[in-house]
């Protein structure tokens, strides 16, 4: 392997497409895939070639990414009949960067070291912001030799990277983030639309909650979105029920309860039935806001 491999990337969504520009900002050859043409346009403008299916992709790339939204879609892109499997190469090394279910993510592994090839799980969290700035948290799972070659392209991408064990530890990892914020979203909402109930203005609770044992990331990023009602899709809602799914599927594995994931989720599944799919994930605060017969946005009294 050179020094500048060639990168494949498949997957251009709102994560993918900021993550495939940053590593052909950081000088590498990028191959992209997407089914969906018009996902390809940016990448192909910036400088990047376009391969014809997962496939062909894989026969003309060093490293090959993935970024896609669940299991199904991995395994379609990697197992299917012209997918990343049916072109890969022995030595080398597939990194998947989606979040899907650490026991998918431990088969796909097992079935690409029958090829020789070998596949990290390596999720990611910090959302689109994190993705366009460069500044992903990657979790990986996987062998630890196969991280150290590809870490100068995760580096384009992340800056904290870590190795978390065996294969599908990444994944479970990225679990254990999506309960953290979804429970914390929870948390959040709840305490800004008391605030607004009682006639207490919600912004400045959050400002003096900011300053002490209280303050989060997702109190300063996801709390401004609640504020704002801004629910332009960073993170869709579907994809945090999702995830959410995938971690309690987890817990019933490996025997740890999850009590408050799977009260949000319920939360996330009320979502779902109203519409808000497609929505920014902190639509959770319109549930709260609806219980409380109250907005964050306009009076509070």
Do not use: W
Not at 5 to 14: A, D, E, K
Not at 43 to 55: C, D, H, K, N, R
Not at 108 to 120: K, V
């Amino acid at each position: 392997m050179t020094d500048k491999p060639t990168i494949g990337f498949i997957g251009l969504g709102i994560m993918g497409r900021p993550m495939a520009l940053n590593v052909l900002k950081a000088g590498f050859a990028l191959i992209v895939y997407d089914l969906v043409p018009a996902a390809i346009q940016t990448l192909q403008t910036a400088g990047a070639e376009v391969a014809a299916s997962p496939q062909v992709l894989a026969a003309a790339c060093d490293i090959v990414l993935l970024c896609l939204p669940d299991s199904p879609d991995v395994q379609a892109a990697l197992t299917g009949e012209q997918g990343v499997f049916a072109g890969v190469r022995p030595g080398q090394i597939i990194v998947d960067m989606s979040t899907i279910s650490p026991v998918v993510a431990r088969t796909l592994a097992e079935a690409a070291t029958r090829l020789g090839a070998t596949l990290l799980d390596a999720p990611v969290s910090g959302g689109e912001t994190g993705a366009r700035d460069g500044a992903l948290s990657i979790m990986v799972g996987g062998d630890a030799a196969a991280l150290v070659q590809v870490m100068p392209v995760l580096q384009a991408m992340g800056k904290r990277i870590l190795h978390m064990g065996e294969a599908g530890a990444g994944q479970v990892t990225k679990a254990c983030n999506q309960a953290v914020i979804a429970v914390t979203m929870l948390g959040v909402a709840e305490a800004l639309v008391m605030a607004a109930k009682a006639g207490v203005d919600p912004a400045q609770v959050r400002q003096a909650l900011l300053g002490g044992a209280a303050a989060s990331r997702v109190l300063e990023l996801h709390g401004e979105r609640f504020l704002e009602h801004n629910f332009t899709p960073g993170f869709r809602t579907r994809l945090h029920a999702k995830d959410l799914n995938i971690a309690l599927e987890a817990s019933r594995i490996y025997g740890a309860p999850l009590p408050a994931t799977a009260l949000v989720q319920q939360f996330f599944t009320a979502l779902l039935a109203r519409g808000g799919a497609d929505q920014d994930h902190t639509l959770l605060v319109t549930l709260l806001e609806e219980l409380a017969d109250t907005s964050l946005v306009g009076p509070t009294d």
